[in-house]
């Protein structure tokens, strides 16, 4: 794989097993909250600017796809476990479900539906996330 540029970037993915309710007990669709997202240890988090935008992921077989949409809030830092990102996001009326991802021409070639395994943060290319954002409500 060849390594990421800035330009390469249209948006981070950051991804969750847990369901957004679970997540971020009380959050309701359309409130924005403010949360932390572990990441691995790679040169992406370098890549990793504050406003950036961000989508958060839910992988796994229940509802898996795009629950919320904003930015990151600030710096990436760290704690005991690695490296951290925390993320500023509203949680959608109703996920962008992984199966419409897989239905757009440009959409459907994301690395998070190439590999689903893939670690925190993920990314879309410019034209995948004006993609997504066109599926978005």
Known sequence: ??????????CWLVKTARPPEVLVPGWHPGEEREFTRCLRASYRVALM???????????????????????????????????????????????LPRADLLADPVARDAEVLRMPAGSNPSYLTPAQHAAVRALLP
Do not use: F, I, K, Q
């Open 1 to 10: 794989m060849t390594r990421l540029g800035p330009d390469d970037v249209g």
């Open 49 to 95: 600017r504050p406003g950036a935008p961000v989508l958060l992921w839910l992988s796994g077989r229940d509802r898996p796809g795009v629950h919320a949409v904003g930015s990151l809030a600030g710096d990436v830092g760290a704690d005991e476990r690695g490296p951290v990102a925390v993320v500023r996001v509203t949680l959608l009326p109703a996920p």
